[in-house]
Nanobody, 122 residues
Framework: QVQLVESGGGLVQAGGSLRLSCAAS????????MGWFRQAPGKERDFVAT????????YYADSVRGRFTISRDNAKNTVYLQMNSLKPEDTAVYFC???????????????WGQGAQVTVSS
């Protein structure tokens, strides 16, 4: 089983940038498609971005397309989420996830990280 650990969250002003990292251990990252999800207080956990096994294809939620970029480095067993032009509504706990299936551009997660808080101030 793969274990996932997120890092890179924090507090940033609106318009700023953050990069989240998700380090995998226990199994090689290339065995999984990967994704990022987020959960704001009192809301459901929502899809943010998906990347396929090789990194050749990526998919985004409409709310982040053009501002966020998902990438992966299989040699480093790490997935990234570069977040630019951040807005207060991007405030949430961000979760990294691994899976074997992508349905309608969305990863079907089988493993989750513990989450990283991202807070965007106005």
């Amino acid at each position: 089983q793969v274990q996932l650990v997120e890092s890179g969250g924090g507090l940033v002003q609106a318009g700023g940038s953050l990069r989240l990292s998700c380090a995998a251990s226990g199994r090689t990252l290339s065995s999984y498609a990967m994704g990022w999800f987020r959960q704001a207080p009192g809301k459901e956990r929502d899809f943010v971005a998906t990347i396929n096994w090789s990194g050749g294809s990526a998919y985004y939620a409409d709310s982040v397309r053009g501002r966020f970029t998902i990438s992966r480095d299989n040699a480093k067993n790490t997935v990234y989420l570069q977040m630019n032009s951040l807005k207060p509504e991007d405030t949430a706990v961000y979760f990294c996830a691994a899976g074997q299936t992508i349905v309608a551009s969305r990863l079907v997660p089988i493993r989750w990280g513990q989450g990283a808080q991202v807070t965007v101030s106005s």
